[in-house]
């Protein structure tokens, strides 16, 4: 399985910034997740990230809220972009294992925004 | 939207107790995964169910898909404490390649 890691680990943020995750993989993938996990709900997919096309959003999830990045096979960043304390949440970015439908997780972003 | 819906929420087990953890989607899947997170860790990939009516066992743990492909479960014999985290279905079938919806997680607590 590959080797996932995000950054930050966490962070506090006030109301009205932006913060940007990044997600490194050790390997190329050409699947790749962002999910969002708030407090005591489950796991709910903000968009898919293939590279060389465009993120492809879930209902409730638009680009300007949540931009996305995917220069590569080994890399993407999502934007939470003019926050609110609703955003607060763990933010998770997973690869999918080609030809398969497993994922794989990297550890989470835990976002507090005040 | 396919939807997945899963009971119970939480479970408190004493240790050496049996737990099983229920899976039902609103669509037929085309495969079931079943996840593991920690406390305070991140999901992990368990185990993956394709056919109709299967079952699989890893260990202490068993799991089966139903025979209409909308429902699956996890049971596991005689829990320890290291079985302590949420467990996870997520299901595969709509139109999207490779995207999982998941179900509400059960959280299973293990007395010692």
């Known amino acids: 399985s590959a080797v996932i890691s995000q950054k930050p680990s966490r962070d506090i943020c006030q109301r009205g910034t932006s913060l940007t995750i990044q997600c490194q993989v050790d390997s190329q993938v050409t699947m790749m997740f962002w999910y969002r996990q708030q407090p005591g709900q489950s796991l709910t997919l903000i968009a898919t990230a293939n590279q060389g096309s465009e993120a492809t959003y879930e209902s409730g999830f638009v680009i300007d809220k949540f931009p996305i990045s995917r220069p590569n096979l080994t890399f993407s960043t999502l934007t939470v972009s003019n926050m609110s304390p609703e955003d607060s949440s763990i933010y998770l970015c997973?690869?999918?294992?080609?030809?398969?439908?497993?994922?794989?997780f990297g550890p989470g972003t835990r976002l507090t925004v005040t | 939207g396919q939807q997945v819906m899963q009971i119970p929420q939480y479970q408190h087990v004493q240790e050496g107790e049996d737990f099983t953890t229920y899976c039902n989607s609103s669509?037929?899947?085309?495969?079931i995964q079943w996840y593991k997170k920690r406390p305070g860790g991140h999901p992990v990939f368990l185990i993956q169910?394709?056919?109709?009516?299967e079952v699989k066992k890893q260990k202490r743990l068993t799991f089966q898909f139903g025979e209409a492909k909308k429902n699956s479960s996890l049971h596991i014999t005689a829990t320890q404490t290291t079985d302590v985290g949420t467990y996870f279905c997520a299901g595969a079938g709509g139109t999207s390649y490779g995207k999982l919806t998941f179900g509400q997680g059960t959280i299973l607590t293990v007395h010692p």
């Open positions: 997973s690869v999918g294992r080609d030809g398969t439908y497993e994922q794989y």
């Open positions: 169910l394709v056919k109709s009516g």
């Open positions: 669509t037929t899947l085309s495969n």
